[in-house]
């Protein structure tokens, strides 16, 4: 759907790249995939080797919210969204931000 959209449709012109919406989501997008990466290698580092015991993450945002790899990524797809401004990935954010917001609420119980 994306994809479609941005080959048949989206035509950005030369000042896009300098306009506050572009720079402000890529700000976004980067942020939540630095945010993501960090919460995975805290999830993948919980426990040792040979552990089988339930641990829950305090580390990095885990300490805030329950679900930081998933923030990271919604945080990721609305910067997506806002910086190419298209309707398709605004779409997309929302059903992220949903879907694993939904996720996110069901690991905290």
Known sequence: MQGFYFVNYCKYEDYWLSDMRFVLGLFLFFSGLIINIHSDHVLRNLRKPGETSYKIPNKGLFRYVTGANYFGE?????????????????VFALFAALFLGQRSLHHHK
């Open 74 to 90: 919604i945080l990721e797809w609305s910067g997506f969204a806002i910086a190419s401004w298209s309707p398709t990935a605004a």
